[in-house]
């Protein structure tokens, strides 16, 4: 199969969503520069968002926002360039890894590329919890990829060769415990239809067990102790939204049964 090869950045479009992304979204596009064409999709922002956006030479859409899949296939309709980056707006380019893109030749082009992601966590980078192996499928050619339709961890199905870039894409997930407990409530709930729509049964086991399991894999075999009081409070986070997924599970199945 013939592929293409990066010439420069100019044929890289980039692709940002946000909602409500004030503290967050400055510093993912100052690390833009150079890139052929940069488009963000809005949630309906009620903070200074849109405001930060138009700043910046990039295009803003306003969209109702129905699942994150939706959004980005969207986006990858409007673009004009077939390579595509897709970014979060708690996300931002190191130095090294746009050198990286930019570096890409004829011999080591595919349809797609992996990215290791270096997840920050109150203020602190997280090395072990699990996050070390985190990897996300953001570059890649639009006419080869599109978004799956999940609830929650959505992620390009690439018809093709994928490889895999040895810089990390920074990521500011959680700047304080309220963002997490909102996020987690969030995904929760996503979780929890998820798990119904696919035939799950009345998870009473599941949230027995599968929350403290978390947090043993994630503390004690993933070394999470290492990462020390934010990692004891991530691993704790983690085993809880676990069980206010299944607990979310429960209460939907039940009510669905009784009505």
């Known amino acids: 199969m013939e592929v293409s090869a990066f010439v420069n950045l100019c044929d890289v479009s980039v692709i940002v969503t946000t909602c409500d992304e004030e503290a967050n979204i400055a510093r993912c596009l100052?690390?833009?520069?150079?890139?052929g064409e940069i488009?963000?999709?809005d949630s309906f922002s009620t903070d200074r968002t849109l405001d930060i956006i138009r700043s910046y030479a990039a295009a803003a859409y306003v969209r109702p926002y129905h699942s994150a899949a939706q959004q980005k296939n969207w986006a990858l309709d409007c673009v004009r360039n077939d390579w595509v980056l897709i970014l979060d707006a708690d996300e931002s380019l190191s130095?090294?890894?746009?050198?990286?893109?930019?570096?890409?030749?004829?011999?080591?082009a595919r349809d797609g590329y992996w990215m290791f992601r270096e997840s920050h966590y109150l203020g602190s980078?997280?090395?072990?919890?699990?996050?070390?192996?985190?990897?996300?499928l953001r570059l890649f050619k639009r006419s080869r990829g599109r978004y799956e339709?999940?609830?929650?961890h959505e992620e390009v199905a690439l018809r093709g060769t994928a490889g895999i870039l040895k810089n990390k894409l920074q990521h500011y997930p959680y700047r304080v415990l309220e963002q997490h407990f909102d996020k987690i409530n969030e995904y929760s709930s996503r979780g929890a239809r998820d798990y119904l729509d696919r035939g799950g049964r009345i998870p009473l086991l599941r949230m027995l067990f599968n929350p403290p399991f978390r947090f043993l894999r994630m503390y004690v075999l993933q070394r999470g102790f290492l990462d020390g009081s934010?990692?004891?409070?991530?691993?704790?986070?983690?085993?809880?939204?676990?069980?206010?997924?299944?607990?979310?599970?429960?209460?939907?199945k039940i009510c669905r049964d009784a009505s």
């Open 39 to 41: 488009i963000v999709v």
């Open 125 to 136: 980078p997280i090395r072990r919890c699990g996050w070390q192996r985190d990897k996300v």
């Open 149 to 152: 339709e999940k609830a929650v």
């Open 95 to 108: 130095s090294g890894l746009t050198n990286e893109i930019r570096g890409l030749n004829d011999n080591d």
């Open 30 to 35: 100052d690390k833009l520069d150079g890139f």
């Open 230 to 252: 934010k990692g004891f409070i991530l691993c704790l986070m983690s085993a809880y939204s676990v069980f206010l997924k299944y607990a979310k599970a429960w209460e939907r």
